[in-house]
């Protein structure tokens, strides 16, 4: 990447450096392309034999259906104001 370009994608931004400033940054730049350069020899092809390996279905918990928590308890903990409920804060 060469300055021209930096100074370019600067102003895209609304940002201005000096002629050293620009230097280091196209230096910087052409750092960071080459150290995600490997991602283009990636082989990121699906394998369907390879697929959820480490998915164990046996160590899940038993789903299993428990009784609801009683209405008249939840709504205890509401107060009733103009046809909304308001609860406590929890954040501020």
Same mark, same amino acid.
């Given at each position: 990447m060469d300055t021209q370009t @930096? #100074?370019?994608? &600067?102003?895209? *931004? $609304?940002?201005? $450096? !000096?002629?050293?400033?620009?230097e280091k940054l196209a230096e910087e730049m052409n750092g960071i392309i080459e150290s995600v350069s490997f991602v283009k020899d990636y082989n990121a092809e699906y !394998?369907?034999?390879?697929?959820?390996? *480490? &998915?164990?279905?046996?160590d899940l918990r038993e789903d299993k &259906?428990?009784? !609801?928590?009683?209405?008249? #308890?939840?709504?205890r903990n509401a @107060?009733?104001?103009?046809?909304? $409920? @308001? @609860?406590? #804060?929890v954040m501020e």
């Open positions: @930096v #100074k370019y994608l &600067a102003n895209l *931004g $609304f940002l201005s $450096f !000096d002629e050293n400033e620009l !394998d369907p034999l390879n697929d959820n390996l *480490g &998915a164990h279905l046996d &259906a428990e009784p !609801d928590y009683p209405t008249d #308890k939840l709504m @107060v009733h104001s103009e046809n909304c $409920f @308001v @609860v406590p #804060k």
